[in-house]
């Protein structure tokens, strides 16, 4: 079982910069794929970044493409995503996903561990 737990959001101005963390308990990242998500109220969930561990092979969706980067530590514990260049559009609640193995799914269904959001919030 892996619990995970998200943190670094907040209000920011459109062009600034956030960091967001998620800080795996329970077990170690270092068999998992880990992503990003992200939901608007009334929206679907939509993928932004994954990391395959073992391989340390990343994906982000094209609207985060040049602006995200998606990144973990060597402990197998925390996974970040480094967000420039934010835009209101990039307002959401932000979650962190994971599932045991290398494929990277890009859908929610994808995934049996998720945490409990962080929000960030983009102003104009």
């Known amino acids: 079982q892996v619990q995970l737990v998200e943190s670094g959001g907040g209000l920011v101005q459109a062009g600034g910069s956030l960091r967001l963390s998620c800080a795996a308990s329970?077990?170690?990242?270092?068999?998992?794929?880990v992503a990003w998500f992200r939901q608007v109220l009334g929206k679907e969930r939509e993928f932004v970044a994954g990391?395959?561990?073992?391989?340390?092979?990343?994906q982000e969706a094209d609207s985060v493409k040049g602006r995200f980067t998606i990144s973990r530590d060597n402990a197998g514990t925390t996974v970040y995503l480094q967000m420039n260049s934010l835009k209101p559009e990039d307002t959401a609640v932000y979650y962190c996903?994971?599932?045991?193995?290398?494929?990277?799914?890009?859908?929610?269904?994808?995934?049996?561990?998720w945490g409990q959001g962080t929000q960030v919030t983009v102003s104009s």
């Open positions: 996903a994971a599932r045991s193995g290398s494929y990277l799914f890009t859908t929610p269904g994808g995934y049996d561990y």
């Open positions: 329970g077990r170690t990242l270092s068999a998992y794929t």
């Open positions: 990391i395959r561990w073992t391989s340390d092979t990343t």
